[in-house]
């Protein structure tokens, strides 16, 4: 006879004391928290995403940024967390200039049955990214250093540890010593709080470089530029997309990266064997 009891919880996971019989001992078990937090820019409610409710300041301004809602840090003036029954929400406070283009957004989808991709409008609203980037590069990186931080890259992960359901995104500099790692059950949602983490803190070196533990999509490749970074490391495969978009903007692009062994999919000249 299986018997549960809640132990306690925190923002990050809900623990709770699982015993399947009487002839097994029991065990502390965490499950990873999935919470709705809502956006709202200058007390209009944008969107709301599914997310790990921690690091959310980091998440508010790396979200405002890749989402291009504010032009610069500048813009993001201020933010306050309010948990309620029903969720979080975070209420954002930014430059005049910038709530007026997000209003303008917001009237440019009114009446759609479906938006697909939420916020485009036509083709090249999609694959967009930091226009700084370009296809030249005089970044080089070792491929030593790059397995030390693989070799390394689990160890940081607390979360994942205890409750094996979230993704990561780290920051590197270029000798593989960790800079910077922020985890939650959205791989996209982990990389925005790495980005709005890494700007707090002005980590802005060109020649760091980024390891997620997810595939490596188009988005992916988009949100690695507004760190002005030219490589990102994928525990997993890359899509054909974010190899053809990495190749145009200069991004060196990895994958299948596990222990020693990975597979170069763009720009193989940066890497130093």
């Given at each position: 006879m299986s018997t549960h009891k809640l132990i306690e919880t925190n923002d990050a996971t809900l623990k709770f004391f699982a015993q399947k019989n009487s002839s097994t001992k029991g065990a502390l078990e965490s499950l990873a928290e999935e919470t709705p937090v809502a956006f709202v820019y200058n007390g209009i409610s944008h969107v709301v995403m599914m997310a790990s409710p921690i690091d959310l300041e980091d998440f508010a301004l790396g979200f405002s940024i890749t989402e291009e809602i504010i032009k610069c840090p500048k813009d993001f003036y201020a933010i306050e967390i309010n948990h309620l029954d029903s969720g979080i929400e975070l209420r954002i406070?930014?430059?005049?200039?910038?709530?007026?283009?997000?209003?303008?957004?917001?009237?440019?989808?009114?009446?759609?049955?479906?938006?697909?991709?939420?916020?485009?409008?036509?083709?090249?609203?999609?694959?967009?990214?930091?226009?700084?980037?370009?296809?030249?590069?005089?970044?080089?990186?070792?491929?030593?250093?790059?397995?030390?931080?693989?070799?390394?890259?689990s160890d940081n992960q607390a979360l994942q540890k205890e409750t094996g359901s979230t993704h990561a995104v780290a920051l590197y500099n270029n000798a593989g010593k960790i800079l910077l790692?922020?985890?939650?059950?959205?791989?996209?949602?982990?990389?925005?709080?790495?980005?709005?983490?890494?700007?707090?803190?002005?980590?802005?070196?060109?020649?760091?470089?980024?390891?997620?533990?997810?595939?490596?999509?188009?988005?992916?490749?988009?949100?690695?530029?507004?760190?002005?970074?030219?490589?990102?490391?994928?525990?997993?495969?890359?899509?054909?997309?974010?190899?053809?978009?990495?190749?145009?903007?200069?991004?060196?692009?990895?994958?299948?990266?596990?222990?020693?062994?990975?597979?170069?999919?763009?720009?193989?000249?940066?890497?130093?064997?």
């Open positions: 406070e930014i430059s005049t200039e910038c709530f007026v283009s997000l209003k303008e957004k917001r009237r440019n989808l009114t009446g759609r049955t479906g938006c697909g991709l939420c916020g485009a409008e036509s083709l090249t609203q999609v694959i967009k990214y930091q226009q700084e980037s370009n296809a030249s590069t005089n970044q080089s990186f070792h491929s030593n250093h790059i397995i030390t931080a693989l070799n390394k890259f790692i922020r985890e939650d059950v959205g791989r996209h949602n982990a990389f925005d709080k790495l980005i709005g983490a890494a700007i707090k803190q002005e980590m802005n070196e060109t020649n760091n470089f980024v390891i997620t533990s997810s595939r490596a999509s188009y988005e992916m490749i988009q949100k690695l530029t507004y760190l002005n970074l030219k490589l990102i490391v994928a525990i997993s495969a890359p899509t054909a997309l974010a190899v053809r978009l990495a190749k145009k903007i200069g991004v060196t692009l990895i994958g299948f990266a596990r222990g020693e062994h990975f597979t170069i999919y763009s720009h193989k000249e940066t890497i130093i064997e």
